[in-house]
């Protein structure tokens, strides 16, 4: 597939896989460039094609993936602060005598640190699995090689 590619269509789909670290500078800009650049270039070249739909799909999977693991954490999170706030049960009936115990027996930290650090250390292997496969998808596509990423749900298709 290396001979019938072009520079420019090598670069073009090159860039589209940079384009995802546009997220460190721009919100959602992992989503706005890589769009617009396979949107403006999809029906011209099927290389810049399969690569812009092939970044997409790997930069809405890990968002929904780090959704996914955040969603998993909230619960554990929520459930610390009752440990660390004595209210009544009811609501806050005497907002003049706020007892706020931090007694060693209200932290509990085995029920609420291990989930929150697990959740926390997945979380940072999305982040560098998202670094480390975009970098080789962008070197990959610029040798005129196609690059299907892992771990990646096809929503377009």
Known sequence: MTETLTKHERNLAAVI????????????????????????????????DYNGKQALNF???????????GMISVPFFIGFFPDVFDFDPFGFNNLNNWNLNFDSDNFRFGSWLLPLGIAGLLQGALFIVNIVYTILATIRTNEGQTFTYPITIKFIK
Do not use: D, M, R
Not at 19 to 41: C, D, E, R, Y
Not at 59 to 69: E, W
């Open 17 to 48: 896989h940079a384009s995802a670290f546009s997220k460190f500078f721009i919100p959602f800009g992992n989503f706005i460039l890589p769009l617009v650049l396979w949107t403006a270039n999809k029906k011209e070249h099927a290389f810049v």
């Open 59 to 69: 930069q809405i999977s890990i968002l929904l993936y780090s959704i996914v693991l």
